[in-house]
C-alpha cells in the first residue's frame, strides 16, 4: 500500500501539468503506465542496492557516486515532473491560451472563495 501511494503520487503530478488538455482516457492510460511500469523502474534503479543511481550501490558502478533520496520525494517528484513535462510538450499550449497571433489570451480569474476552501481542505487533510 505504501509504495502504491507514492506510484500514485507521481501519476498525479503528471495531472496538474496536461491539466485541461488530454482526454480521461488518456488520463487513465498514462497513471497505469506509469504505475505500473514508469515507477516501479526507477524506484529499483535509486532505491535498490544495486541499482545504477543509488548511492549504496554495493557493486561500487552508481553513476556519478548515485544520489540519496530522503523518503522517497526525490524518486516520486522527478517521475511525475518528466511525465508532465514531457506530456506538456507533447501536448501542447491550452486550447484558448493563444491568439492566432501567437499573443497570450487574458485568462478569466478563479473563484477566491474555492481556492481558500481547497487550501483550507488540504491543510486539515494533511494534519
Known amino acids: 500500500f505504501f509504495q502504491f501511494t507514492f506510484a500514485a503520487a507521481a501519476a498525479t503530478i503528471v495531472s496538474g501539468g496536461v ?25 529499483h534503479w535509486v532505491w535498490d542496492s544495486e541499482g545504477f543511481l543509488s548511492a549504496f550501490n554495493t557493486s561500487g558502478n552508481a553513476l556519478l557516486g548515485g544520489c540519496i533520496d530522503f523518503a522517497g520525494s526525490g524518486v516520486v517528484h522527478m517521475t511525475g515532473g518528466i511525465a508532465a513535462a514531457v506530456g506538456a510538450f507533447v501536448l501542447g499550449p491550452r486550447i484558448g491560451r ?3 497571433n501567437g499573443n497570450p489570451v487574458a485568462m478569466p480569474g478563479h473563484s477566491t472563495v474555492l481556492t481558500v476552501l481547497g487550501a483550507f481542505i488540504l491543510w486539515v487533510g494533511w494534519y
Open 98 to 100: 493563444f491568439d492566432a
Open 19 to 43: 491539466a485541461e488538455r488530454c482526454a480521461l482516457s488518456a488520463y487513465l492510460i498514462y497513471s497505469v503506465c506509469i504505475t505500473g511500469f514508469i515507477y516501479p523502474v526507477v524506484v
